[in-house]
């Protein structure tokens, strides 16, 4: 399968614990985005990465939230302190420069925090 | 004002209808669009990019009207496989690859 990955797809957690996720990208894209989802709306957009650099971070993207990519390939997201409200699908996306924005997405890791 | 909105829907339709969604969009200085679809519980896909001069692929057809900042997606002959969320997307502007969505409207074709 050559399209966005994530891992991993389900996450029960407990108030307070830490989490992190990872999204590998389809191969050779490199932009990659991170949304967050919950239920009734639609994505909302967390952070971009250009390779290693991110490049733009919303406000949603409080400090308990923090994204990596260090070698411009597979990235992380790590929640630390997890909330309720941090209940969500967390989406990953992909693509190359040049193709008209069109973002390719992962199947999303789901997070439930007890 | 939400930076898109979409019909509130949702949208139950019988097999062969002709079926419209419409959207607004408060940023002017977006530049990019595009019509995605996400079945229950998966990811969103895109369904089209929409371009001013309209475009059309199959039985779907979508246009834009930067003036009033609208866009619309129209799909003819409806099939039970089109039963979906349907989202419409803008970017941030020129310079930014942030994607901002709608809510989505549900659609459920009805045999």
């Known amino acids: 399968d050559t399209g966005v990955s994530q891992d991993p797809r389900h996450k029960i957690t407990k108030r307070g614990q830490n989490v992190t996720f990872r999204c590998d990208p389809i191969?050779?894209?490199?932009?990659l985005y991170w949304y967050r989802q919950t239920l009734g709306q639609g994505p909302e957009f967390l952070t971009y990465f250009q390779n290693e650099a991110q490049l733009e971070k919303s406000r949603l993207l409080s400090d308990r939230f923090s994204a990596e990519r260090p070698k411009g390939s597979f990235s992380t997201l790590e929640i630390q302190r997890t909330e309720q409200g941090d209940s969500a699908m967390y989406l990953c996306?992909?693509?190359?420069?040049?193709?008209?924005?069109?973002?390719?997405f992962g199947p999303g890791t789901r997070l439930t925090v007890l | 004002r939400k930076e898109v909105e979409q019909d509130p829907g949702p949208f139950n339709v019988p097999e062969g209808a002709t079926v419209a969604f419409n959207c607004t969009y408060s940023?002017?200085?977006?530049?990019?669009f595009f019509w995605y679809r996400q079945d229950c519980r998966k990811e969103p896909k895109l369904l089209m990019s929409v371009y001013s001069s309209g475009n059309e692929d199959g039985r779907f057809t979508a246009q834009l009207n930067r003036a009033s900042q609208y866009i619309s997606l129209l799909i003819r002959d409806s099939k039970l496989s089109d039963s979906a969320t349907y989202l419409c997307?803008?970017?941030?502007?020129?310079?930014?690859?942030?994607?901002?969505f709608g809510k989505g409207t549900k659609l459920s074709v009805i045999p």
């Open positions: 996306a992909s693509n190359l420069p040049g193709n008209t924005d069109t973002q390719y």
């Open positions: 997307v803008v970017n941030k502007g020129a310079g930014s690859y942030q994607l901002t």
């Open positions: 191969s050779e894209h490199n932009r």
């Open positions: 940023n002017s200085a977006s530049q990019s």
